[in-house]
């Protein structure tokens, strides 16, 4: 691993480990992506100094420019799709497409959705604008719950602009913008696209967290402006309060798994440190970021978003463009996250005018469905467990997940780590009944007390998941 760092003339951040064994050990099994070399670092550090103060601007824009922006690009995006890629050639073709037909949001709103199942009828070659250009292609693959595992193309251009827009969101998560020699410390299965520019704005990134991991002697070490984490982690690192708060971390970031706000608050105030979620996919990238007022922003820059089939509480499928994919376009996708839009929508108090989610729920797949196959949204099942068995007084409950078995019962799986704050007889009741309410029809609640939880495969942490109905 050593060699492999040091062979090339990149900053070798990943050797920044304050000599301490476990820290380490854990960085062999830290994969470098092969975006990670000296000649994108060096365009990504251009970008950075040519343009971070435009794309900084990009986000005090008015509503009317940033609506201009994305369609110009949406327009462009999809003719050039429609004319270069077989997939979109067929499936538009057949929807009675014509190159110009988009002048506006409600044209091109009316081209198909697609998804994972039916992009992956075409082989990869069918799916990207120049075949020829495939195999020096960079690729993220997702192996998804339940389908076949689906590879997305993207070129050097859409990776760094993707960072760069991380780098942004980075920033706003503190009181002075990122300096060149400061530290970013990434506990995180996957790290970024670069280890650093240049040996400018390192990461540092530890791809696990255990028990024994000396990270509050590693983050004195480092002392990083910044923690990018899975919620996961959470408990974790409040093992490591004192030297957290000594090292200068003046944010937490979590990311990849579901976390309730509930949960994110309850961390950041004992931790004592601002807590900020951000919703992204393999497929899309960074969709969008958490403010300081709560709300999720929308990058968009990056991503254009629907909320489409809204159900009356304002639930719906989350449908992106990713803006900047021209290579494998991905337009309409619907990756099967549910979200709700923040209603009445004008300007944040933080100043964004961007499209706005207040709440996100995670995968689909991790939804549960009543027997008539309607959803129920997984922040509501969420927030009853909130309410029921984590309220801010109940601190015994370490983890949890909930199973849904069959159309009328739920499994739950507990890890207490002292008795509960009542009778567990009584609180299986209530979240019975609150169950019960929000499936519509009596639900049979199991209840079985854990050492640890089942591993699951994409994620360390899968607080809702349902063995039972289609996708
Ligand atoms: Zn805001």
């Given at each position: 691993m050593a060699d492999f760092y040091t062979s090339e003339k990149i900053y070798g951040s990943q050797l920044e480990n304050g000599n301490l064994m476990p820290i380490k050990k854990l960085t062999e099994q830290a994969f470098r992506p092969r975006t990670d070399n000296y000649k994108l670092q060096s365009e990504a550090l251009q970008f950075w100094f040519k343009n971070s103060e435009l794309m900084d601007d990009f986000l005090r824009k008015s509503k009317v420019e940033i609506q201009k922006f994305q369609l110009s690009k949406i327009k462009k995006l999809v003719d050039n799709a429609y004319t270069k890629v077989p997939f979109y050639r067929e499936f538009y073709g057949a929807a009675g497409y014509e190159v110009g037909n988009i002048s506006s949001f409600s044209d091109f709103e009316q081209l198909p959705i697609v998804n994972k199942v039916l992009l992956n009828s075409f082989d990869a070659s069918g799916r990207v604008?120049?075949?020829?250009f495939l195999e020096l292609a960079n690729t993220s693959r997702t192996s998804g719950s339940s389908g076949k595992p689906f590879t997305v193309y993207s070129d050097n251009d859409d990776i760094i602009l993707d960072h760069l827009q991380v780098l942004r969101f980075y920033n706003s998560c503190l009181k002075t913008p990122l300096q060149e020699n400061d530290w970013l410390y990434m506990l995180h299965h996957s790290g970024l696209a670069f280890s650093s520019l240049h040996g400018k704005y390192r990461t540092f990134q530890l791809p696990d967290l255990l028990p024994h991991t000396p990270l509050g002697e590693h983050l004195l070490f480092l002392r990083p402006k910044l923690l990018i984490t899975l919620p996961s982690y959470l408990p974790l690192i409040l093992q490591h309060k004192v030297e957290l708060k000594m090292s200068g971390v003046e944010a937490i970031l979590t990311n990849s798994e579901t976390s309730t706000q509930l949960e994110r608050s309850y961390y950041s105030k004992a931790l004592d440190l601002p807590i900020f979620d951000e919703y992204s996919s393999?497929?899309?990238?960074?969709i969008a970021t958490q403010c300081a007022y709560g709300q999720y922003h929308v990058v968009e820059d990056g991503v254009y978003l629907e909320i489409v089939d809204a159900d009356e509480h304002g639930f719906g499928t989350v449908v992106c463009t990713d803006l900047n994919n021209e290579f494998m376009p991905l337009i309409r996708f619907d990756h099967g996250d549910i979200a709700r839009k923040t209603a009445n929508h004008k300007r944040c108090e933080c100043g964004s005018v961007c499209t706005s989610l207040d709440e996100v729920n995670g995968r689909r797949d991790d939804a549960f469905r009543t027997r008539e196959q309607r959803l129920v949204p997984s922040a509501s099942i969420l927030a009853a467990v909130d309410d029921i068995l984590v309220t801010p007084a109940d601190k015994a409950l370490a983890t949890f997940r909930l199973i849904?078995?069959?159309?009328e019962t739920i499994e739950l799986l507990t890890h207490y780590v002292n008795a509960p704050y009542k009778a567990m007889a009584e609180l299986l009741q209530q979240l019975k009944e609150r169950l019960s309410s929000l499936f519509g029809y009596p639900i049979i609640l199991l209840h079985r007390e854990v050492d640890v939880l089942p591993e699951h495969k994409s994620y360390k942490r899968k607080s809702l998941v349902r063995e039972w109905g289609a996708n």
């Open positions: 604008d120049d075949p020829a393999e497929e899309i990238g960074m849904q078995k069959g159309p």
